[in-house]
């Protein structure tokens, strides 16, 4: 009996422990979280109505207009906005040698002419045939008629006693035939550095379509890769986009441009610029003329005017006349009358890797009794290069 008492108490002891230890249990454990409010739902705004539907307007508070802040107005609000970044001065490359970097620029003029002739040159027997052959190849090229009549003569003559002939006595006869044709010992420096003063004055002048803006340009360009300051004048006031186009090519380069009304008087632009680039003590002062047809009399009669305004200040040192080398005989009638109305000092090629007619640059040497002085050789900005008639003889004739 003692013993089921004793087995009683130890069960009842062994389960109130093991009760005490759930209850403790469920004590640590969290609650979960109430149930959110339900939030308040703010009803929208109920349409407006109009007449008899319409709600009765509530009292609202306002503010007067002496409890209202107002800006007393004595100092007004500036905006200041960020300044304006100047363009980046660009350094153009040295013209020394240019032309021979951009040889590869005449390589159609070269198919045509220098090739051709060689090609002719290496006949076994030279008959009439074949010189009439080259005869036709150099007037296609626009070399003209009085200069190929010459060359041939020469070419007949040192064949004749040259004897045999290899490809490198060829090619040798035939270079120095060119450059002597082409002329070695003509001055083709641009004159803008005269002695007793300074600026030097150029005058770029030529027919619409020839790139005469875009030359002028790229003229600034070899004179400031030269170490010269430049002054640039916007005397074509007849085309809307010229002087912003020339004021654009100066900036580039760090040159100033000096520019007039849309529609105004292209003397006075030139005056101005002039007279501006001695106050500035600039080396030179490029003036960049209307595109002016040279079947308009007048228009031609106001280019003389601007000449002989700008020599009331200082003599005009250069005029070069900007030809396009695809117009081939066109622009030795363009020339010509040039000539007539001013004293064309120098002749500037453009567009010469775009023909195959590189023996107009003998044909208007010839014309006008004025050298070549610069050849465009592309659109690039620095595609404009001094002409060498070694250089340019010998990407004629290819190696």
Same mark, same amino acid.
């Given at each position: 009996?003692?013993?089921?008492i004793l087995a009683v108490v130890i069960a ?40 008899? !539907? ?30 304006? =970044?100047?363009?980046?001065? !660009? ?170 009304? =849309? ?8 005056f101005d610029a002039v007279k501006e680039g ?32 700008? !020599? ?66 592309? !659109?690039?900005?620095?595609?404009l290069a001094p002409f060498e008639p070694e ?9």
């Open positions: 009996m003692d013993i089921v009842v002891v062994v389960i109130g422990a093991l009760g005490g230890l759930v209850v403790g249990s469920r004590r640590k454990k969290q609650l979960p979280p109430p149930p959110p409010a339900a939030p308040d739902i703010t009803a929208p705004p109920a349409e407006p109505h109009v007449g008899e !539907e319409a709600e009765t307007p509530r009292e609202e508070p306002r503010r007067t207009i002496e409890e209202v802040d107002l800006p007393d107005g004595s100092a007004p609000v500036v905006v200041e906005e960020p300044p304006a =970044e100047a363009p980046a001065i !660009e350094i153009p490359e040295p013209t020394a040698g240019r032309l021979v970097r951009l040889r590869s620029r005449l390589s159609r003029s070269q198919n045509a002419l220098g090739k051709g002739l060689l090609t002719l040159l290496s006949r076994e027997h030279l008959d009439e045939d074949t010189w009439e052959e080259i005869e036709d190849t150099l007037l296609t090229a626009d070399v003209g008629v009085q200069p190929t009549q010459e060359l041939v003569d020469r070419l007949r003559e040192r064949v004749k006693v040259l004897g045999t002939r290899t490809p490198e006595e060829l090619r040798t006869l035939l270079r120095e035939e060119l450059v002597t044709l082409v002329g070695r010992d003509m001055d083709r420096a641009v004159k803008t550095e005269p002695e007793d003063r300074k600026p030097g004055i150029v005058m770029v002048v030529g027919v619409n379509g020839t790139g005469k803006t875009t030359t002028t340009g790229k003229l600034a360009r070899v004179l400031v890769a030269d170490g010269q300051s430049v002054v640039l004048g916007a005397a074509d006031t007849f085309r809307a986009a010229a002087a912003d186009q020339l004021q654009t090519w100066g900036e580039r380069v760090g040159a100033h441009t000096v520019r007039g009304p =849309e529609g105004g008087d292209p003397a006075s632009v030139a001695k106050e500035m003590g600039a080396n030179v002062v490029l003036i960049d003329t209307a595109g002016r047809l040279h079947t308009k009399t007048g228009l031609m009669d106001e280019l003389g005017k601007v000449k002989r305004v700008v !020599e009331k200040q200082a003599p005009v040192d250069e005029v070069l006349l900007v030809l396009d080398a695809t117009t081939g005989q066109n622009g030795l009638v363009q020339a010509r009358v040039f000539a007539e109305v001013v004293n064309i000092t120098g002749i500037v090629l453009t567009k010469l890797d775009g023909t195959a007619k590189g023996g107009i640059v003998i044909a208007v040497q010839r014309e006008l009794g004025v050298p070549v002085k610069l050849i465009g050789l592309g !659109e690039g900005a620095d595609d250089a340019f003889v010998d990407a004629l004739i290819g190696e």
